[in-house]
């Protein structure tokens, strides 16, 4: 049952970018796509949570800022990514943020340098280099640092989504404030562009996009408390499978063996990355029951 529940998560997440491509495609602003995505988690929750009486107070507001503050960057950039770029290319780009975390590991993390992560770096970098190559072309370079942008910002989030586990902070609320967030920012960028344009066809691929998200978060939450946190991280990277397939369907894109190929070593990479970082939380929780017994 986890492995499904991650594997429609991933279905869900590779729905809502194809949802993000289209309603661009219909005149739909970048604005309006991020606040559909953000809008309907922040309803549900607060609805939720005031059934239940919880409070939405957070103990500590610090990591909420930074946490917000680079996963709405990370929102925007691959948003805009997913509206240049073939659906494959930019899903691949922003599932770097592993890549990211070790190369922070790697160039900061002391101790926890090790074989591990260079391959896994050395991979990654492979990777993206094969996916850019055959498939970017002049006018998409920008569309691409974005998309590669969006996955550093994403390592950031996730080391402070990290931080906010650790000092006890409920995942929903964690998941309201950035929904919030997503939303705040939405209406900025509203205030300044207007309301765009977009057709009947547009606002049905909107709608999409706040109703797949939202079913894959619910879907990825109920993976990771179901057992292993290594095939759940594994079985994510099945969302640039999904993607490569709504792409050739729905957009025809093609994909040579170059593509593919990158497309996979960015998968083991990430793999690498996951397992080792993985490994490494264990060690101390085994050593102290070691300690205890």
Same mark, same amino acid.
């Given at each position: 049952?986890?492995?499904?529940?991650?594997?429609?998560?991933?279905?869900?997440?590779?729905?809502? *970018?194809?949802?993000?491509?289209?309603?661009?495609?219909?005149?739909?602003?970048?604005?309006?796509?991020?606040?559909?995505?953000? +809008?309907?988690?922040?309803?549900?929750?607060?609805?939720?949570?005031?059934?239940?009486?919880?409070?939405?107070?957070?103990?500590?507001?610090?990591?909420?800022?930074?946490?917000?503050?680079?996963?709405?960057?990370? &929102?925007? $950039?691959? /948003?805009?990514?997913?509206?240049?770029?073939?659906?494959?290319?930019?899903?691949?780009?922003?599932?770097?943020?592993? $890549?990211?975390?070790?190369?922070?590991?790697?160039?900061?993390?002391?101790?926890?340098?090790?074989?591990?992560?260079?391959?896994?770096?050395?991979?990654? /970098?492979?990777?993206?280099?094969?996916?850019?190559?055959?498939?970017?072309?002049?006018?998409?370079?920008?569309?691409?640092? &974005?998309?590669?942008?969006?996955?550093?910002?994403?390592?950031?989030? &996730? +080391?402070?989504?990290?931080?906010?586990?650790?000092?006890?902070?409920?995942?929903?609320?964690?998941? $309201? #404030? #950035?929904? $919030?967030?997503?939303?705040?920012?939405?209406?900025? *960028?509203?205030?300044?562009?207007?309301? *765009?344009?977009?057709?009947?066809?547009?606002?049905?691929?909107?709608?999409?996009?706040?109703l797949a998200g939202l079913c894959g978060q619910l879907a990825m939450t109920r993976a990771f408390g179901m057992g292993s946190a290594l095939l759940t991280a594994a079985l994510q990277y099945s969302t640039i499978i999904f993607a490569?397939?709504?792409? &050739?369907? /729905?957009?025809?894109?093609?994909?040579?063996?170059?593509?593919?190929?990158?497309?996979?070593?960015?998968?083991?990479?990430?793999?690498?990355?996951?397992?080792?970082?993985?490994?490494?939380?264990?060690?101390?929780?085994?050593?102290?029951?070691?300690?205890?017994a």
């Amino acid at each position: 049952m986890q492995a499904l529940w991650m594997l429609l998560a991933s279905l869900m997440f590779a729905i809502m *970018g194809s949802c993000v491509k289209l309603a661009t495609e219909y005149e739909a602003s970048l604005a309006q796509v991020v606040l559909f995505r953000g +809008m309907p988690s922040v309803v549900l929750i607060l609805v939720w949570a005031r059934a239940g009486r919880h409070s939405i107070i957070p103990s500590k507001w610090r990591p909420h800022l930074w946490r917000n503050l680079a996963g709405v960057s990370s &929102m925007w $950039l691959g /948003f805009y990514a997913l509206s240049h770029l073939p659906l494959a290319t930019a899903t691949s780009l922003t599932y770097t943020s592993p $890549l990211f975390i070790a190369g922070y590991m790697l160039g900061w993390g002391g101790s926890q340098r090790d074989p591990i992560r260079v391959t896994s770096v050395a991979l990654g /970098f492979m990777g993206v280099i094969a996916i850019l190559r055959p498939n970017i072309g002049d006018d998409q370079w920008v569309a691409a640092l &974005m998309g590669l942008g969006a996955g550093g910002c994403a390592a950031i989030s &996730m +080391m402070q989504i990290r931080e906010l586990g650790r000092i006890g902070e409920p995942e929903w609320r964690t998941v $309201l #404030f #950035f929904s $919030l967030a997503v939303s705040l920012s939405s209406l900025v *960028g509203l205030l300044v562009h207007g309301w *765009g344009d977009t057709t009947l066809q547009g606002y049905a691929a909107l709608f999409g996009i706040g109703l797949a998200g939202l079913c894959g978060q619910l879907a990825m939450t109920r993976a990771f408390g179901m057992g292993s946190a290594l095939l759940t991280a594994a079985l994510q990277y099945s969302t640039i499978i999904f993607a490569a397939c709504l792409g &050739m369907v /729905f957009w025809h894109d093609h994909l040579d063996a170059i593509a593919w190929s990158g497309m996979a070593l960015i998968i083991a990479a990430g793999l690498l990355s996951v397992w080792r970082t993985l490994r490494e939380t264990r060690r101390p929780i085994t050593k102290t029951a070691q300690e205890k017994a």
